[in-house]
């Protein structure tokens, strides 16, 4: 099992920025990718941006040259940057946990980023 705690989020105006963080702990092998997804009511959730253990990155069109990803190994943390935010940002932001060797899948509980006009 992997345990993921998030933090961050909030509200914030447009333009305005916001970090969030994940922990990963449990049964955490090297090799893994964490990422950031968002959900709306009534919509899929959605990739927001990704990060593998090398580094390797992956953002969605909606959020590119506005927000960065980032981890740091050591504490199995990864990092979401939201710069210039706007109303459309507004969703739950999950984290997600991909463990390579077997593929399994793991979520946070979710945080909600509210974003004012």
């Known amino acids: 099992q992997v345990q993921l705690v998030e933090s961050g989020g909030g509200s914030v105006q447009a333009g305005g920025s916001l970090r969030l963080s994940c922990a990963a702990s449990g049964s955490i092998f090297s090799i893994n990718t964490m990422g950031w997804y968002r959900q709306v009511p009534g919509r899929q959730r959605e990739l927001v941006a990704a990060?593998?253990?090398?580094?390797?990155?992956n953002y969605a069109a909606s959020v590119k040259g506005r927000f960065t990803i980032a981890r740091d190994n050591a504490k199995n943390t990864v990092y979401l940057q939201m710069n210039s935010l706007r109303p459309e940002d507004t969703a739950v932001y999950y984290c997600n946990f991909v463990r390579e060797i077997d593929r399994a899948t793991y979520w946070g509980q979710g945080t909600q980023v509210t974003v004012s006009s």
């Open positions: 990060i593998g253990s090398g580094g390797s990155t």
